[in-house]
T-cell receptor, first 113, second 115 residues
């Protein structure tokens, strides 16, 4: 039983480049969350979807960040253009209808030089 | 503003002793609290939770205590084991958001259990 799958696991890019992070949630999970982990702020919620519809994107830092969920089995988080301060670990998490907890992927570690 | 705060970035305890991780929150609308554990290069995994109608929940070596009047919760691990060494995140969910499951996390506390 595959869990939440994220790709790439590691990404090193140069400032100004476009970055796309991908997530495949667990089948049947109807809510999907994108979090960012930094030392200072811990796990910050960036955006979440319910039944593929974006519900709250107030955590998205700037217009450089965008997220989509075209179907129930796929979501992307895009940063364009990327900046060094975007360097962090980005997690995707899902939740089923009748559970309280979230199930996280292994994360995508982004380094922007 | 940080609605969920873990003021201790790190904690070190001896194997066999008790580990106590603390968490404070500011939003009185939170009604469900969770602890997650995270190993390096892995995603956080659910550990234990507590509803605001309770003040204690126990699962094996792990117990979570909730003090609503103080807006404080703590995670007790006893006895601590070296395999418990990880980052622990406290999380809270606002009343009325059970449908979406949105969780607000703290900054995390790194626990080191020394053999």
């Amino acid at each position: 039983d595959a869990g939440v799958i994220q790709s790439p696991r590691h990404e090193v890019t140069e400032m100004g480049q476009e970055v796309t992070l991908r997530c495949k949630p667990i089948s049947g999970h109807n809510s999907l969350f994108w979090y960012r982990q930094t030392m200072m702020r811990g796990l910050e919620l960036l955006i979440y979807f319910n039944n593929n519809v974006p519900i709250d994107d107030s955590g998205m830092p700037e217009d450089r960040f965008s997220a989509k969920m075209p179907n129930a089995s796929f979501s992307t988080l895009k940063i364009q253009p990327s900046e060094p301060r975007d360097s962090a670990v980005y997690f995707c998490a899902g939740r089923g209808r009748n559970t309280g907890e979230l199930f996280f992927g292994e994360g995508s570690r982004l380094t922007v030089l | 503003d940080q609605q969920v705060k873990q003021n201790s970035p790190s904690l070190s305890v001896q194997e066999g002793r008790i580990s106590i991780l603390n968490c404070d929150y500011t939003n009185s609308m939170f009604d469900y609290f969770l602890w997650y554990k995270k190993y390096p290069a892995e995603g956080p995994t659910f550990l234990i939770s507590i509803s605001s109608i309770k003040d204690k929940n126990e699962d094996g070596r792990f117990t979570v205590f909730l003090n609503k009047s103080a807006k404080h919760l703590s995670l007790h691990i006893v006895p601590s084991q070296p395999g418990d060494s990880a980052v622990y995140f406290c999380a809270a969910r606002r009343r009325g958001s059970s449908n979406t499951g949105k969780l607000i996390f703290g900054q995390g506390t790194t626990l080191q259990v020394k053999p």
